[in-house]
């Protein structure tokens, strides 16, 4: 009996502790889900503010889209991809998947100031992924995949 | 000539015994308190989370405000019972910032929404060992309900 009482405490233990594990590694990976997001926001502002001609590279040891993509590992963030840069509402759309959550997919915004941004593919001028300022648009050169921008 | 192998004192026998009625007898007791206990642990993990995703400007509707959403507080209150269950409501007490707070009534907005929901997760997750996207004000275990509420601070 006492045996009893004690599988069912220790039970309950292993229980929470798993969900402690995946709550504060879903907080953790949303919270550098959305630093992503803060980043590329800051590097199109800034890119906006230097006029044309300025240019800002956010290499892989920045943004690697194959770990914030990636849902298995617990160097993945989750994040559904592609980056959704809304050019109507001058936003960027950051999603990502909760395992406590059902897997359902979470959503926050990051505002930006320019609206005319468009995204062309990368070449080995401008290298995945550049922002830069032709005096007329911010151009993301990135992958479809990874980053696109929608009306 | 007696035998003295083999054989224990009156006293141990009885204080055995003892233990085991009061074990027995205090089982469903201990039983119940721990189901508590694990519930309001889960619930208080679950609204946390969900503060803090609401803060980072998550949630399941699109993109929101950012801003500090705290649980400040919560309270336990037995308010009913449905059929053996005893029904409690656990009251989240939040701080956050005007333009979160959407409407004077905590439960109205997104992000009492939010808490309320991730802490049944929780709960129900605790119990069941599985997530589920929606669940309704009321989780139910062996000897409890649980509902949720929330107020702002």
């Known amino acids: 009996m006492i045996m009893g009482i004690v599988i069912i405490v220790l039970i309950s233990f292993t229980n929470l502790n798993w969900a402690s594990y995946y709550t504060a590694r879903d907080i953790g990976e949303t919270g550098e889900a959305r630093m992503l997001g803060e980043l590329l926001a800051t590097a199109i502002n800034n890119v906006y503010a230097n006029g044309e001609g300025y240019s800002i590279q956010l290499g892989e040891d920045k943004i690697n889209f194959t770990e914030a993509g990636n849902r298995t590992s617990t160097t993945g963030l989750a994040v559904s991809l592609p980056i959704i840069i809304d050019r109507d509402d001058q936003t960027i759309n950051i999603s990502r998947r909760l395992r406590t959550s059902n897997d359902s997919n979470w959503t926050t915004t990051i505002r930006i100031i320019p609206e005319n941004i468009t995204r062309k593919d990368p070449t080995s001028e401008y290298p995945e992924v550049t922002v830069f300022n032709n005096g007329s648009y911010i151009i993301i050169y990135a992958d479809a995949a990874n980053i696109d921008v929608t009306t | 000539?007696?035998?003295?192998?083999?054989?224990?004192?009156?006293?141990?026998?009885?204080?055995?015994?003892?233990?085991?009625?009061?074990?027995?007898?205090?089982?469903?007791?201990?039983?119940?308190?721990?189901?508590?206990?694990?519930?309001?642990?889960?619930?208080?993990?679950?609204?946390?989370?969900?503060?803090?995703?609401?803060?980072?400007?998550?949630?399941?509707?699109?993109?929101?405000?950012?801003?500090?959403?705290?649980?400040?507080?919560?309270?336990?209150?037995?308010?009913?019972?449905?059929?053996?269950?005893?029904?409690?409501?656990?009251?989240?007490?939040?701080?956050?910032?005007?333009?979160?707070?959407?409407?004077?009534?905590?439960?109205?907005?997104?992000?009492?929404?939010?808490?309320?929901?991730?802490?049944?997760?929780?709960?129900?997750?605790?119990?069941?060992?599985?997530?589920?996207?929606?669940?309704?004000?009321?989780?139910?275990?062996?000897y409890y309900r649980f509902t949720t509420s929330c107020e702002w601070v």
């Open chain 2, 1 to 142: 000539m007696k035998d003295k192998r083999g054989q224990v004192s009156v006293e141990l026998i009885l204080v055995t015994g003892l233990i085991l009625v009061m074990a027995i007898t205090t089982y469903p007791y201990i039983l119940k308190q721990q189901e508590m206990n694990k519930a309001v642990a889960a619930a208080r993990e679950g609204a946390t989370a969900g503060a803090a995703l609401r803060g980072m400007g998550f949630s399941t509707t699109g993109g929101n405000e950012m801003g500090i959403v705290r649980l400040e507080d919560m309270t336990l209150t037995k308010t009913n019972t449905s059929g053996e269950r005893d029904v409690y409501e656990i009251t989240f007490y939040l701080s956050a910032p005007d333009s979160l707070k959407t409407n004077s009534n905590c439960w109205m907005t997104s992000v009492g929404n939010t808490v309320r929901m991730q802490a049944r997760r929780h709960i129900y997750y605790a119990f069941t060992g599985q997530w589920v996207d929606n669940l309704p004000d009321g989780v139910n275990t062996t």
